[in-house]
């Protein structure tokens, strides 16, 4: 087995209370990697902060230079992180490079700081007075990322928070961490200076001893809402900048004029891809008027073949999910839910894979007839099951997302112009897709979500140069002027 440490101050640094960390096709553990203790924690912050007044007063061109070649290893090494991804996570090597990609997409954002960070001045604001802005960074920001997208969370928020001028400690999931340690490792390489990257792991004492310390300013979080919210709470409490990104539930709404064929086969990949665990995926299709059965036979049959198994073999489309207590959480809702009605269109959620028959698989699963208040409906289940529900109007569909807890990302599929001009006016959800079934937005714009589904002022990516930097005005007059004036001049 591997041995996972932790990356303080530019070097490997071995750890106690080791937990396994293991392949979710097999069952097996394939690393251990150490829990962080209180002064392990405190050693990665301390070592932030030390490296801050450095690499604070780096030249933007110097920081953008290591990010640059941090982006050029990381595609050199993309194979072997995506197998790295894909041994802890069990999502498919494809999906995994996938993933590395659009980490990489974060961080050619970040090269373009120097544009990003700019102030303002504006000249002769009073007799002689000039007035200009500048951008400070912050300080030591924390990142606590989930087990779904290992790479690609933390990167989205290290890289803009790194090229801003901060220090970064990474706390990722235990369940999948090792591929987070390795990209520490290539920015070492690409001339990051020692402490400016710290990566530890550790459970909710960890995270918490992370937003407590004083020496920390920022904290930025995905995971579940109801962990975000506490998170959001606990650091705000302690004065920090903080934004905590929970779950979802996307809606995508089928118009009567949607092309079936393609809507059938957008839906397919947009829910049962990556086993379902992506904050973007779609876990409900709305139809509105008539044809919701001639949808049904179409997804009930690319439901039928996907190809399940463990993600390192060839051909396989979809891996498991990435727990034994996901997967039988999940496979008792199904169960629930058609106990109490609900018609299963297909149902491959306890199918085992030949060969893999002690993996955390959960197939393809297609059902109607579901009432709003079963929990197949309101929970995130983050597995590859697809709700379809029925309506007759776009108002309806509407109502049915607004009404829903969690606002992260909806479409609408459509052939009429007005009617996704109305969706896009009126839905309640921070990414919002026409005939894009995952309405993600390239790095440029924002990652964000509403309602349960984030907390918090800003979003990742581009939206996160506001995050991590604070502004300073500065008034100045280089002409002497005599004499003494006790209240605002009236002129």
Not at 192 to 213: M, Y
Not at 400 to 422: D, P, W
């Amino acid at each position: 087995m591997r041995t996972i440490t932790h990356w303080i101050n530019g070097t490997a640094v071995d750890g106690t209370g080791a937990v396994e960390v293991v392949n979710p096709a097999t069952d097996s553990a394939v690393a251990t990697a150490p829990m962080a203790d209180a002064a392990t924690i405190d050693t990665a912050v301390s070592s932030g902060l030390k490296a801050f007044e450095g690499w604070s007063q780096t030249p933007q061109s110097r920081r953008v230079h290591v990010l640059f070649k941090a982006r050029d290893l990381l595609l050199e090494h993309r194979d072997e992180l995506a197998a790295l991804i894909s041994e802890e996570h069990g999502k498919t090597l494809d999906d995994a490079a996938g993933e590395v990609t659009r980490a990489v997409d974060s961080i050619e954002l970040a090269c373009g700081g120097p544009a990003q960070l700019r102030g303002a001045t504006s000249l002769q604001t009073g007799p002689s007075i000039d007035t200009k802005s500048v951008l400070h960074p912050l300080g030591v920001c924390v990142g606590i990322t989930p087990f779904n997208f290992p790479a690609m969370m933390g990167l989205m928020m290290m890289s803009v928070a790194l090229a801003a001028g901060n220090t970064f400690v990474w706390k990722p999931s235990e369940q999948d961490p090792g591929v987070c340690v390795r990209i520490a490792e290539l920015f070492s390489q690409a001339g990051l200076p020692d402490g400016v990257l710290n990566v530890v792991h550790g459970g909710v004492e960890a995270s918490q001893r992370l937003i407590d310390s004083p020496d920390t300013e920022a904290v930025s979080f995905v995971g579940s809402s109801d962990v975000a919210q506490v998170i959001y709470e606990r650091a705000a409490a302690a004065g920090k900048r903080v934004q905590a990104f929970g779950g979802a539930k996307n809606h995508l709404v089928v118009m009567p004029d949607a092309d079936l064929e393609v809507t059938a086969d957008q839906l397919t990949a947009a829910a049962f891809g990556a086993a379902g665990q992506r904050c973007m995926a779609i876990s409900v299709a709305v139809v509105v008027g008539p044809t919701a059965e001639p949808l049904l036979e179409r997804l009930a049959e690319r439901a039928r073949n996907v190809v399940v198994g463990a993600g390192s073999e060839t051909g396989v489309e979809v891996g498991p999910v990435v727990s034994r207590r996901s997967q039988q959480r999940v496979q008792q809702v199904v169960r629930d839910a058609v106990a109490a009605g609900a018609r299963a269109v297909v149902d491959r959620s306890a199918e085992t894979v030949p060969g893999y028959e002690s993996g955390y698989f959960v197939g393809p699963t297609l059902l109607t007839d579901v009432d709003v208040t079963s929990p197949v409906y309101t929970q995130e289940l983050f597995a590859p099951v697809l709700v379809v529900l029925r309506v007759d109007t776009l108002d309806e569909a509407l109502e049915l997302i607004r009404s829903h807890r969690y606002g992260n990302g909806a479409s609408i599929f459509t052939q009429n112009g007005a009617a996704a001009n109305e969706f896009e006016r009126r839905v309640t959800a921070g990414m919002v897709g026409v005939n894009v079934a995952i309405p993600v937005p390239v790095a440029a714009y924002a990652v964000q979500g509403w309602k349960a589904s984030a907390f918090g002022d800003t979003g990742l990516n581009n939206a996160s140069w506001s995050f991590y930097t604070r502004p300073k005005y500065v008034t100045s007059r280089w002409e002497s002027v005599r004499g003494q004036d006790f209240g605002f001049n009236p002129n």
